[in-house]
């Protein structure tokens, strides 16, 4: 069954990992999808070139946003999903606050967080005008505890993506509007490109989840494409862990 079939989404981070499959997988559930991300246009993408518009264009740019939604708009008729999958992980830059240069910090937060609230400022009026919609904002475990090598700055901001959807669900829920969040683990996905040149880290991470393996991008859209359909239509302003059981670890 076409789940998806005549509705339309807002998938950002939609030139690959997550992104790239939760839009993919939307258009095979009969979605049309405006994919939104900075990098170049993906090689394959699913379903009739009339199902998909790709933008490549930065989330920090809230005028970029506004003309990507105007777009979305104009080609499909309105938008029905928001799925915020962008984000950045900056190893080699986001450290400790007592230390990390603040300007980075100001660059994680607006790409983490920040670009949530341009895209919800533009999307949320389109819901409106559609009787109802529903989005999914990722944020991350990372956000749920400390770390002796820290990522300041992107926990902070997916910690706010948190509290910015809890905020969301309850301010639209009169408009029949769902706001949830996916808490993934650590996964198979380009932000953990790392884990090529050390597959050492890879297979240890694996281990300490109780499902004995490391999460996919098809784990992550099949989560996302659940709390976006109206089977989670009694859901909203929650968190979603889709982590193999790492945080019920004792």
Known sequence: MLEFENRVAFVTGAGGGMGLQIASDLIEAGARVLMFDLKPVPA??????????YVQADLTDESAVAAAVSSAVDLFGGIDYLANVA????FDRDRSALEMDLDVWDQ???VNLK????????????????????????SSTQCMRGD??????????????????KSLAIQLAGDNIRSNVIYPGPSES????????HPDARAATASAIPLGRVGTVEDMSNACLFLLSDRASFITGTELLV???????P
């Open 44 to 53: 394959a993408i699913p379903g009739k070139p009339e199902q998909s518009h």
């Open 87 to 90: 984000g950045a992980l900056w």
């Open 108 to 110: 994680v937060m607006a």
């Open 115 to 138: 670009s949530m609230v341009h895209t919800a400022r533009h999307v949320v009026p389109q819901m409106r005008a559609r009787g109802g919609g529903a989005m999914v904002h990722f």
């Open 148 to 165: 002796p090598a820290p990522q300041d700055a992107y926990q902070a901001a997916k910690a706010g993506v948190v509290a910015f959807s």
């Open 190 to 197: 380009p932000m953990q490109d790392r884990w090529k040149a």
């Open 243 to 249: 982590d193999g059981g790492l945080q019920a670890r």
